[in-house]
């Protein structure tokens, strides 16, 4: 059993910063790769980043690409996601999922998911 707790979400300005968590607890953390999905009010979740279960290497969607880092630290079970230059569009609940298998970009490729944590971007 595989259990997801997210944290760090919060209000920011645009153009601030948030760094994400992610505590994992169950089978062993650094065999999973890891990703960060998002989902708007009214839109369908959606793939933002993932990470190997080695720490690299590291996917991205282009709409966060070079603002956005994912991150693991397999001794402490947790997963990371520095965002930086944040925009009113990166509002959204920020969801952590894990698999077993090789990372993918699709929900479907992720078998365990937290509950999420709110990311509000104010212009």
């Known amino acids: 059993q595989v259990q997801l707790v997210e944290s760090g979400g919060g209000l920011v300005q645009a153009g601030g910063s948030l760094r994400l968590s992610c505590a994992y607890s169950g089978r062993t953390f650094s065999t999973y790769a890891m990703g960060w999905f998002r989902q708007a009010p009214g839109k369908e979740r959606e793939f933002v980043a993932a990470i190997r279960w080695s720490g690299g290497p590291t996917y991205y969607a282009d709409s966060v690409k070079g603002r956005f880092t994912i991150s693991r630290d397999n001794a402490k079970n947790t997963v990371y996601l520095q965002m930086n230059n944040l925009k009113p569009e990166d509002t959204a609940v920020y969801y952590c999922?894990?698999?077993?298998?090789?990372?993918?970009?699709?929900?479907?490729?992720?078998?365990?998911w937290g509950r999420g944590t709110q990311v509000t971007v104010s212009s």
């Open positions: 999922a894990a698999t077993p298998g090789p990372p993918g970009v699709r929900v479907g490729d992720f078998g365990s």
